[in-house]
Each structure stands twice: as structure tokens, then as C-alpha cells.
């Protein structure tokens, strides 16, 4: 059974560009969670959403969105790129919304120069 | 505010000794805790879990123990062996919603 895959795995961007990183929840799964993981910092919740519905966002700022797809994929955008972005960008995603266990990527290194 | 405190930023253990890694927890409401593995450049692993019903469960070398009164976890390795050298992230399940992370705990393992 294939993980959850993310996409690219690192991406480098200037300040002020915008990045779109990629998700694919493990087949079956509908709710996909993203956390930001900055440099000797734990994880961080961004955004979970479920049945293509946002459920809940966590303190980051509006320029980070995202939105979810029929098929329960679903991307993370950040607009406006500052150089504090610069993260592991982590996807979960576990079988329903009670996400009594959440399954994780490999992450996206952002990098913003 | 931290939810999920891992207050030991790091931990040395000698290889086939016990590894405690400790977690606290400030909201009661709280119910179900679970541990992830992570190594470098690798999403974080799903250990173990636990809910608030329990106060102990065991996965062969790795057992978690949960305190409701004193908000408090701990995962026991043992014996530990050299591959358990990861982080290790507490984090907490409020029902439906987002999992709650502490900052995580280096555990190193010498052999």
C-alpha cells in the first residue's frame, strides 16, 4: 500500500514568490493534515482538511492556505514568501476525521532566498 | 501556549539500557496521546498510542504510560538499540480535531 507522497521534495523560491506543495493521502483516507516544521522548532499545525472541507487552521497568517481535491489530494499554497517560511512542510493524512493516528510524508524542504 | 510540553530537548542512553522519554499535557479535555518516531529527512513514524481510558500499553520493546491525574506520558524503550537514535514527538489528540505536538526529544543511543 503506497504512503503518503509528497511533492516536490524541496523547492526553492525567492522572497515575495509564491510555493505550491503537493499532497496524496494514502488511498482511502480523508483528511489531510499540514504542519510546518522550522529549524529546531517542534511541529507545528497549519491547516486540516476533510471530505474537501477546511476544517481547522492553526496561527499562521492568511497568505498560507490551501484547499483539498475530489480525489482527497490536496496542496498547500504560500503567497508572498517570506524568508522565515523556510521549513519542512509535512503532510499527515489518516482515515476519517477522528485521526486517532495520522500517517506522515516525507515532507517538502522549503527553502526561500 | 504549549499544549504538549517535552521539556528534555535531548537523551543519551547506552545501547540495551532503559530510554524514557517523558511528555506533559495541560488540557484536560485531552483524550487519546499518541508517540511518532522521526529520523532526518523522514517524515515523522507513528510508535505508539494510548488512550485516556488505559494507563499502560505495550508494543514489544516500546511501552507508553499515561498518568490523567498528574497530565503526564512517558514512552520506556527497552532494551534501546543504536536504531532508535531519532526524535521523538509527543503529541495529543483533542477528539476530531488537530494533533497537538510537543517540540520533540534527540534520543541518542550509544552502543
Known amino acids: 500500500e503506497a504512503g503518503v507522497t509528497q511533492s516536490p521534495t524541496h523547492l526553492i523560491k525567492t522572497r515575495g514568490q509564491q510555493a505550491t506543495l503537493r499532497c496524496s493521502p494514502i488511498?482511502?483516507?480523508?483528511?489531510v493534515y499540514w504542519y510546518q516544521q522550522a529549524l529546531g522548532l517542534g511541529l507545528q499545525f497549519l491547516l486540516w482538511?476533510?471530505?474537501?472541507?477546511?476544517?481547522n487552521r492553526g496561527n499562521f497568517p492568511p497568505r498560507f492556505s490551501g484547499r483539498q481535491f475530489p480525489n482527497y489530494s490536496s496542496e498547500l499554497n504560500v503567497n508572498a514568501l517570506e524568508l522565515e517560511d523556510s521549513a519542512l512542510y509535512l503532510c499527515?493524512?489518516?482515515?476519517?476525521?477522528?485521526?486517532?493516528?495520522?500517517?506522515f510524508g516525507q515532507g517538502t524542504r522549503l527553502t526561500v532566498v | 501556549d504549549q499544549q504538549v510540553k517535552q521539556n528534555s530537548p535531548s537523551l543519551s542512553v547506552q545501547e540495551g539500557r532503559i530510554s524514557i522519554l517523558n511528555c506533559d499535557y495541560t488540557?484536560?479535555?485531552?483524550?487519546?496521546f499518541l508517540w511518532y518516531k522521526k529520523y532526518p529527512a523522514e517524515g515523522p513514524t507513528f510508535l505508539i498510542s494510548?488512550?485516556?481510558?488505559?494507563d499502560k500499553n505495550e508494543d514489544g520493546r516500546f511501552t507508553v504510560f499515561l498518568n490523567k491525574s498528574a497530565k503526564h506520558l512517558s514512552l520506556h524503550i527497552v532494551p534501546s538499540q543504536p536504531g532508535d537514535s531519532a526524535v521523538y514527538f509527543c503529541?495529543?489528540?483533542?477528539?476530531?480535531?488537530?494533533?497537538?505536538f510537543g517540540a520533540g526529544t534527540i534520543l541518542r543511543v550509544k552502543s
Open positions: 499527515a493524512s489518516s482515515v476519517d476525521s477522528l485521526n486517532t493516528e495520522a500517517f
Open positions: 488511498s482511502g483516507h480523508t483528511s
Open positions: 482538511y476533510d471530505e474537501g472541507e477546511e476544517r
Open positions: 488540557n484536560s479535555m485531552f483524550d487519546y
Open positions: 494510548i488512550s485516556s481510558i488505559k
Open positions: 503529541a495529543a489528540n483533542p477528539y476530531g480535531n488537530k494533533l497537538v
